[in-house]
């Protein structure tokens, strides 16, 4: 049984891959498609300059190669079957204007080649729909966190430097006093900074 730990799944996976999505293809390229009111038609967002539609998807883990593949795979035909039937609400969000190249299931960890398969079938399925908002070269894909190691890296680093802390210096004879009433603490400081 393989297991591959994530730190996030959920609802918490979702506003992360619209983060890690926004970073990735910029602000004004990335289209977040909120599903507070009547659900997001089986895209989390797109981007419609390269003909991206995206859905984000992270399991509770841990679980194994084959349980990870079958929830994966389920939530695939779900939203899939979503693309295809709502399209009414996707024309009102594409217009004429945006035609969608590749359906992307954004995972934070995949590992079974099953899935491959199963958006290659769920791919027929899109084409045999022959929906005005799909290009004759569509493909259902599925990708992990690790393909977008720039902008996860960019985001997890975005604050590191923002914390900054002012103290007083200390006059030498303070120092002096402290280093002789606590000189194991002292000699482990002189090892670290040497």
Request: a negative charge; hydrophobic letters at 40%; proline letters at 4%.
């Amino acid at each position: 049984m393989t297991t591959q730990p994530t730190r996030l799944s959920g609802d918490e996976w979702e506003r992360w891959a619209n983060k890690l999505l926004t970073c990735h293809h910029g602000p004004t390229e990335y289209q977040k498609v909120p599903s507070n009111d009547r659900g997001d038609a089986g895209i989390e967002g797109f981007v419609a300059a390269d003909g991206l539609a995206y859905q984000a998807y992270g399991c509770e883990e841990p679980v194994g190669t084959r349980k990870r593949y079958e929830l994966q795979r389920d939530k695939m035909t779900k939203d899939i079957a979503k693309f295809i039937n709502n399209k009414a609400a996707l024309t009102g969000i594409f217009k004429s204007t945006v035609v969608i190249k590749r359906w992307v299931l954004l995972v934070p960890y995949y590992d079974s080649r099953e899935i491959v398969v199963h958006a290659a079938a769920k791919t027929d399925e899109v084409i045999e729909a022959n929906l005005s908002y799909v290009a004759p070269d569509f493909r259902v894909m599925v990708c992990q966190e690790d393909d977008f190691p720039i902008a996860r890296d960019q985001l997890l680093n975005a604050h590191a430097g923002s914390l900054r802390i002012e103290v007083d210096g200390a006059a030498t004879d303070v120092v002096q006093t402290w280093a002789s009433s606590n000189s194991a603490l002292f000699a482990t400081l002189q090892e670290k900074i040497g």
